[in-house]
């Protein structure tokens, strides 16, 4: 008996079958296309197992409320076919299993609990900085929905007071996302953070913000562990500034675990969400 | 038998007892002065019943971690003779009998949560808006505390465009609470906020800065409803101008309650907090 993960992101699915111990046995990426052209290679992966329960990490926004008419769906996107589309009801006409489904920082915050940074603590946030910003949240071992799940990359923050900039969300103009994730630094600089000089002044802005931003998540969680993934993390030289500007913005107002340990880069590297989605997957069988 | 509350605040402690129902049989109200003389009448007050348990709602910051050596103790405050205080030690040193502990806000959550505005849902945050700004949330039954409790009135705000107001928080000067909270308008405006006419523009600029919170703890709790008692919420002009800002600033990205009934004023008034410190005690005596 295995385990099935799904790690369902906008650019690739990455599929996993694990044994009772959590041991991938086999992975592979598909890339996002329609619904049917995914799922195709997602059935002709899953099919060669026998599967006791499949957990989703999937992006979003999804609906996550039980009680809904629409739970298991994605919601509102702009990815072709993906609008309204009833995931999980895809994968359960499928395989006659436990389906667990959630949000692929859900899913990575997860992971990161259970075998990652924060598994020797209660609760810890886990932040996506990439193409777009989103977080989700453990407490005491379960993962914060509550209306719906969070969108903690369109909390307000405050414009640096060197930067000017407006952001680029559709929706908050400068919102967190709308001023930190990739495509704002792309069109702030015209160029992609990946071709940033590491010593370029521009990473103290975006430590500001990502700072500000986990302060924010400080004050209202108090999460042990804040842990910090996606492509704009690479930028390993970040996480220093991060924990300078945290340290000016909080004051010492409120006690946290030492910044060394407290804002990190996940124990997982790049396999939070797929861990993760498996680890659900398991709780959901039982 | 009986549960007793206390709603320890800054200025005064509300004192009371109830019967299993949660109905109050008597109440008392003590200016809180030193510790000594404060509970000294607080004894003088409990020791007239035989209590089951005792569930207390404190001002802070305090401490509520269990595995702490100064758990139940008030922690750093200016106010004389509380600075590391031994709170629940005192109680429990007068009465042998389980102690509830928990924050002032974190109570008047979990009062409204079981008895006024959320006792249909699952989630809620109870925010006060007075001397300070401090907000307790309540996820699935469960007083949210991580490393420690939560802050919620000293989250990073964007000032709003004709507020160039620098903040009065010692801590962080425009945080929520050094913009928006009572004494945050009397030094801009040289007026306390009951002596302002109702219909002054500034009530718009301090709707911008509750808002602009509600929507971040939106964005992170996403929570069923949202409570907003203390002083300058009984300026009631301010819940339109709310719901109002809020609307504009959320943009329609994520779905909530309708905001007539998500962003509202406390079911139990004046008495969330020391009915929320009884049930606490209750919970505690199980």
Redesign the interface.
Known sequence: MYYGGIEAGGTKFVCAVSDQSFKIIERVSIPTSTPDETLKQVFAFFDQYQLKAIGIGSFG?IDVNVDSDTYGYVTSTPKKGWNNYNFVGAIKGRYDVPVAWTTDVNAAAYGEYRKGEAQLS??CIYLTIGTGIG?G?I??G?I????????????????HPNDPFEGVCP??G?CLEGLAAGPAIEKRLQKKAQDLDKTDDFWEIEAYYIA?AL???T??????VLILGGGVMKQEQLFPLIRKAFKE?M???????DLETYIVSPGLVDDAGITGSLLLAAEKAI
């Open positions: 926004p209660n609760s977080g949240a407490l005491n379960e914060i929905d509550g209306f719906g799940h969070p969108e903690m990359g369109h909390i307000s923050v405050p414009n929706y908050h400068n500000q302060v924010n998540y004050m209202i969680l108090r999460p042990e913005i004051n010492d107002y409120v006690v946290t675990p």
